[in-house]
């Protein structure tokens, strides 16, 4: 097998040299235009892409990598699946939500319903076959799980959900039920263990929007408070693959075409003034 050389496509150049580049023969003439029009898609892409993550999308994607960790952790501490996993690391993520990011509990909770809303929407087709649960269900449930947690709190501002009067008692039930479990198969987490999570930044239009946010690093950090086994990788990648937990490797991918369909969401529900809400 031949082996072939890529050679990166430097966007860098002046006006002057954009000139020499379609200089000379046909083929360094094609070149310069193959490099010429590469170079206007990615500047143009570049400057559509927003300058920094919204409170939605973040909050959106704070809840995906937390869903992400669940399954690192029921995987690297053995923590037992009595049931679809899926299920369980959307019950993590919002318990989770609710323990160590109280203040922004619900903001970060109804965000991520709210974009399965979007999703459920989109769908003409319903697959009940897959692993995951229909997403209008997932939003639903993950709200019922956060109401339950902090009912005083909270009983105002699920009003849009419609939820009835016994759906909220069996929340307020199930609520208490999913904080009781958690606190009981969760292992200590200690301020002090700086167990290795290394964070990864590929290339791509969103890195430097989402690095700036700090947001990876910061759960990264909050999550090395546990004495993990090995060494996980937390890696942010121009992919769209969505977001996964790959136990060979260790690692969580979460793929920029999350960050895009999560910005054009926001725009979505603002259009039915959702957002707020």
């Known amino acids: 097998n031949s082996k072939v050389k890529v050679t990166p496509i430097n966007c860098t150049f002046s006006v002057e040299s ?3 580049k379609l200089q000379g023969t046909p083929m360094k003439y094609i070149k310069g235009l193959i490099v010429l ?9 570049a400057a559509e892409t927003p300058k920094k993550l919204t409170p939605f999308v973040e909050n959106v994607l704070t809840h995906v990598i937390l869903h992400e960790f669940g399954h690192a952790m029921f995987r690297e501490f ?3 699946i009595l049931g679809n996993e899926e299920v369980q690391a959307d019950s993590f993520a919002t318990f989770y939500t609710v323990r160590h990011f109280n203040q922004r509990a619900y903001d970060i ?19 009940f076959s897959g692993e995951h649960p229909l997403d209008i269900r997932r939003g639903y449930q993950v709200m019922c799980w956060v109401y339950g947690a902090e009912p005083n709190a909270l009983g105002d501002s699920i009003q849009w959900l419609n939820f009835s009067d016994r759906d909220l008692a069996d929340c307020r039930d199930t609520g208490a039920d999913q904080i009781d479990s958690w606190n009981k198969v969760l292992p200590n987490r200690d301020t002090v263990v700086k167990s290795r999570i290394n964070v990864i930044f590929g290339e791509g ?13 910061k759960l990264a950090q909050h999550f090395r408070g546990y004495p993990w086994p ?4 937390l890696h942010f990648d121009h992919c769209s693959e969505g977001a996964s937990w ?12 999350h960050v895009e369909r999560f910005f054009e969401q926001e725009t979505k529900l603002e259009q039915v003034k959702l957002v707020a809400n």
């Open 230 to 233: 090995e060494t996980i990788t």
């Open 18 to 20: 954009l000139f020499h």
């Open 205 to 217: 239009p969103y890195k430097k929007v989402v690095k700036k946010s700090r947001l990876f690093e």
């Open 246 to 257: 790959n136990r060979h490797k260790r690692r969580i991918l979460i793929c920029d075409n």
């Open 37 to 45: 029009v590469i170079c206007i898609s990615t500047n143009a892409l």
């Open 109 to 127: 909770v109804s965000a991520r319903a709210k974009s399965w809303f979007v999703e459920d929407s989109e769908n003409s087709f319903q697959d």
């Open 78 to 80: 053995e923590i037992p």
